[in-house]
């Protein structure tokens, strides 16, 4: 949906409005240019200042130091470190010109601006050195695209031709020159992107579709969607056909014939892949490929979706009939997939403006990524929705992962979509304190609330002279039918709600005239999507979570180490927490109101005595501490069964967590990432919605034993597995000569194996399966590395 989007009339600058080709819908809707909308005193407001500190304080010459070097330039100073230099070096560059086009057109903040025009410079450097239009700061980048260009492709789900996702890292740097222009009208950038878009299309362009499919096992971000986006601001077809050529079938071809084929696979690798399926399908007038991302959309927000709007367990979609292991692991939803399903939700509501995109919207916004930026900076990557876990928080000069890329991007964009407008009316979709100027209209609206703390929102119109429109507001699905009102210079409107989920107010309006709108809230239970016995409640559109303390809150602050960004202290045990217990599944009746607003007790419903105490809080309120948000909930009746159940399951789960040194995900990207995973003529996959890596040639990792208390080396395979003949090796030391034949029966086995005593005092180890001549290595799925 990109339309007019651009800065004018600011006082650092004077820019023209890009144009773009764009086709819609006779019901379609646009959005306003962040520049018409400014944030009042609010959360938001906070966040948003928040994150500009954090973008300020970083180093741009660090950020840069990537792009010079190969463009065989002199960086100006050291690049970062963690994911900045060890293989992934570049991204946050490309985040951070987004990040700060955002910034600059949300608040026209100086010092903001002058970054961004430091870094167009100096990247325009690198272009014009580089000489073909290439930008990127890839390590040995224009070695590996020569051989793409031959035809020599070599990609797996995070690598390519042995580099670490290339292609999702190039992608950030051609959706930051496109925000450059786009947002922030740079006309410059769009010149370098339209030069970065030829390169690629110009080393791709022999490539047979069979082999452009091939490249996209690599994770590639949403490079059809830029490139989409490169034909809205040319008009050149060759770009909407290179987007449509880069579009990864599959993806598309399941979602085209209304098929689930989700489960398992890497979750934010697929959602901006859908968003270019959508920006194709509006400036193609293409049905199939619109439905096909509706399909997509229906699916994750209405199956794989939890209470504060996240998906996704370890990375990966989880089974929809199952969110145990999203409940168990400290690694849950991913900040980044909610960045991209909330982009993927603005570009369906202004082609669909229906309320369900903007309820899902709403509900992310406040409860996900309001929550994952703590108040004095830092971002978060997983969201744990494990009983009495916590959250890990980026640190500026430290921590370069990917959700601090989109990160840096979220809290600048706030006011994107509170408004929206066709030709005549306007659109109030989001309950947010700010003012919108709608130049065009002669109008300035200024919404003034304290939602979710007060049920009202108060909008002042001031017009150059009166004017006939509408003024439709969205009926939140979370007000109950009939309780929503709307009040003109304080007389009672008759409130309708079409189709859509929308009211609409339409008279003569002049200046002075104030509408208010008033949204009762009610508190609700929400079950899991799977049906299971956890439940979340919620006020309104707000989760609301318990603050459970500050105790072993390790890797709170991450360091740079690879796995930094996971919570990594203790695991609260499941049958150690708070139990709901109720006569049946209505237990939102037993939530009371306690002292202050947005404050509530669940005392009632809590079986154990010493948690009674609880105070239920909007979520995104509570940082630096453990949490509970998904409450465990059982019958009266059932209760001692289900007691000793938890019990049984979670001692034994603890036992192992308590033997467990260290542990591979095998097969999944950032575990085995973090674990320096290597590997020649090797895949992964899935099966029994298990992971699992297996190779005819070889594949190693690095596990951590840093006391030196590892005694053995758990594996687990499939019984049914057979005619595989591998070796296992520990540094090098061969450990066991395996041979599977089969006789484990239809379940997934573990093996056991004693290291060395030459290797036990090691604080790395590598271990290493290597295929027997003429065999391969079974599917391997998971390595753990365990002490007595």
């Known amino acids: ?91 946050i560059g490309g985040h951070y010109v987004s990040a700060l086009s955002l910034m600059y057109a ?64 190039v992608h950030k740097l051609f959706a930051g020159l496109y925000d450059a222009y786009a947002v922030a009208g740079d006309a410059k950038a769009k010149i370098m992107l339209v030069k970065l878009t030829d390169w690629f299309d110009g080393i791709t362009h022999n490539l047979t579709n069979e082999q452009a499919q091939q490249l996209m096992r690599s994770e590639h971000g949403g490079l059809n969607e830029v490139f989409a986006n490169v034909y809205s601001i040319t008009g050149n077809q060759k770009y909407l056909a290179l987007a449509r050529k880069f579009s990864h079938e599959a993806i598309l071809n399941p979602l085209l014939q209304n098929k689930d084929a989700l489960t398992g696979i890497h979750a934010n690798t697929q959602i901006p892949k859908v968003v270019g399926f959508e920006r194709i399908a509006q400036l193609s007038n293409d049905q199939k490929w619109d439905n096909a991302a509706n399909y997509f959309w229906n699916n994750v927000v209405g199956k794989r979706t939890i209470a504060f709007g996240g998906n996704s367990v370890r990375e990966h979609f989880n089974a929809t009939d199952n969110f145990m292991p999203m409940l168990e692991s400290r690694e849950g939803p991913e900040t980044c997939n909610s ?75 706030y006011g994107e979509l509170i408004y929206a407008h066709n030709n005549n009316d306007l659109f109030v979709n989001l309950f947010i304190a700010s003012t919108l100027t709608w130049t065009q209209k002669g109008l300035i ?92 409640f919620m006020h309104g559109p707000i989760v609301l979570a318990a603050d459970m303390g500050k105790n072993d809150l390790i890797g709170q602050t991450a360091d740079g180490s690879r796995m930094g960004h996971i919570a990594s202290g203790r695991l609260m045990p499941l049958n150690e927490a708070p139990l709901i217990v109720a006569a049946n599944k209505n237990v939102q009746n037993g939530i009371e109101a306690a002292n202050g607003v947005m404050n509530y007790s669940a005392a009632k419903l809590i079986y154990q005595d010493n948690y009674k105490n609880l105070k239920l809080v909007p979520f995104y309120t509570l940082q630096n501490t453990r949490y509970i948000m998904y409450w465990p909930y059982t019958s009266t009746q ?17 036992a192992l967590d308590a033997q467990t040194v260290d542990i591979v995900n095998t097969g999944e990207q950032q575990p085995e990432n973090d674990h320096n995973f290597k590997g ?56 066991s000569h395996v041979k599977l034949n089969g006789s484990g029966g239809d379940k ?28 391969a290595v079974a599917n391997v799925y998971e390595v753990r590395l365990m002490k007595p």
């Not at 741009?60 to 002199?74: H, T």
């Not at 035809?151 to 999702?168: D, E, H, R």
Request: net charge positive; charged share 20%.
């Open 1 to 91: 949906m990109l339309l007019k989007n651009y800065i004018c009339a600011l006082s650092l600058s004077v820019c023209s409005a890009p144009s773009f080709t764009q086709v819609k819908s006779s019901t379609a809707l646009q959005s306003f240019p962040l520049s018409s909308v400014k944030l009042l005193p609010s959360p938001f407001k906070q966040a948003q200042q928040t994150d500009m500190r954090y973008m300020l304080s970083l180093n741009p010459d660090r950020l840069l130091a990537p792009y010079l070097r190969e463009a065989g330039l002199k960086p100006k100073a050291e690049s970062y470190g963690n994911w900045e230099n060890t293989g992934l070096d570049g991204h």
């Open 106 to 169: 949300s608040t026209g903040n100086a010092e903001v601006k002058q970054r961004l025009d430091y870094i167009i410079a100096e990247l325009k450097r690198c272009q014009d050195t580089n000489g073909d239009g290439y930008i990127s700061g890839i390590p040995g980048g224009k070695a590996m695209w020569n051989e793409i260009e031959q035809g020599k492709i070599n990609a797996s789900t995070f690598g390519l031709n042995g580099k670490w996702v290339p292609l999702y890292n």
């Open 339 to 413: 960045y991209n399903m909330l982009k993927l939700s603005k570009e369906l509501f202004l082609n669909h403006p229906e309320r369900k995109y903007m309820d899902y919207y709403e509900r992310t916004l406040y409860n996900h990524i309001l929550s994952s930026q703590r108040p004095e900076g830092g971002f978060v990557y997983f969201t744990p929705i494990r009983p009495g876990h916590y959250r890990a928080y980026s640190q500026p000069q430290e921590a370069f992962w990917c959700c601090v890329g989109s990160g840096l991007e979220n809290h600048g964009k």
């Open 445 to 536: 609206v200024i919404q003034d609330t304290k939602f979710p703390y007060s049920e009202t929102s108060r909008l002042t119109l001031k017009l150059k002279k009166n004017s006939r429109f509408a003024l439709n507001f969205r009926s939140p699905s979370w007000v109950q039918n009939g309780k929503m009102s709307i009040a003109v210079n304080g007389k009672q409107q008759i409130v309708k709600i079409n189709a859509k989920g929308y009211t609409s107010v339409e008279r003569a309006w002049k200046t002075g005239d104030v509408v208010t709108v008033t949204l009762p809230m009610h508190t609700s239970a929400e079950f899991l999507p799977d049906g299971s016995d956890w439940v979340a």
């Open 638 to 654: 059932k209760l001692p069964a289900v007691l000793a159940a938890m019990k049984e399951k979670e001692a034994a789960k603890q």
């Open 680 to 735: 020649e003529n090797t895949d992964n996959g899935l099966f029994a919605e298990r992971h699992y890596r297996n190779a005819k040639g070889w594949f190693s990792y690095t596990l951590k034993n840093p006391l030196g208390k590892a005694t053995k080396l758990r594996v687990t395979y499939h019984g049914r597995e057979r005619n595989r003949e591998f070796d296992v090796l520990i540094n090098g030391t061969l450990l």
């Open 748 to 775: 997934f086995i573990e093996a056991d194996y004693t290291l060395p005593t030459n290797t036990i005092k090691s604080t790395t180890l590598e271990v290493k399966f290597m295929a027997s001549q003429g065999s």
